[in-house]
């Protein structure tokens, strides 16, 4: 259903589903998207809320399971279950250009809270209080 949904509306010319996406390709999609949106019902934390947020583009994310701690206030949040609700949010930040230019000064502000290099100082003294 979902992938022919952009005909059934008319709009197939606009909408392009891509199969995969490698790695080093990432920061163009990021940095010439209008949002980026996760809708999810559940993440384990969210990489790529912070990708995005690295990369100079404003989010929209779920307000359930680990993604506010992914966000913190440098997103726009819905109820994934609400359609109106993410409608509102997705027309909001593609009216808006100073909550736009707000989002994504927040996200740089966030990125910097998360390192790969922290987490593994966390670890590491989390297993040592444990022993």
Request: proline share 5%.
């Given at each position: 259903?979902?992938?022919?949904?952009?005909?059934?509306?008319?709009?197939?010319?606009?909408?392009?589903?891509?199969?995969?996406?490698?790695?080093?390709?990432?920061?163009?999609?990021?940095?010439?998207?209008?949002?980026?949106?996760?809708?999810?019902l559940?993440?384990?934390?969210?990489?790529?809320?912070?990708?995005?947020?690295?990369?100079?583009?404003?989010?929209?994310?779920?307000?359930?399971?680990?993604?506010?701690?992914?966000?913190?206030?440098?997103?726009?949040?819905?109820?994934?279950?609400?359609?109106?609700?993410?409608?509102?949010?997705?027309?909001?930040?593609?009216?808006?250009?100073?909550?736009r230019?707000?989002?994504?000064?927040?996200?740089?502000?966030?990125?910097?809270?998360?390192?790969?290099?922290?987490?593994?100082?966390?670890?590491?003294?989390?297993?040592?209080?444990?022993?």
């Amino acid at each position: 259903q979902i992938l022919k949904a952009p005909e059934r509306f008319g709009i197939s010319k606009k909408v392009k589903f891509l199969d995969s996406v490698a790695d080093y390709e990432l920061p163009a999609f990021y940095k010439n998207a209008q949002f980026f949106i996760l809708p999810s019902l559940y993440e384990g934390f969210g990489l790529p809320v912070l990708e995005s947020m690295q990369y100079g583009c404003p989010v929209i994310i779920s307000n359930v399971s680990s993604l506010p701690e992914a966000g913190g206030d440098a997103c726009l949040y819905v109820d994934p279950e609400d359609v109106s609700d993410i409608t509102s949010k997705m027309e909001k930040l593609l009216k808006d250009q100073s909550l736009r230019e707000e989002l994504i000064k927040k996200g740089y502000q966030q990125v910097k809270k998360f390192s790969w290099e922290k987490t593994a100082k966390e670890t590491i003294e989390a297993l040592k209080s444990i022993v």
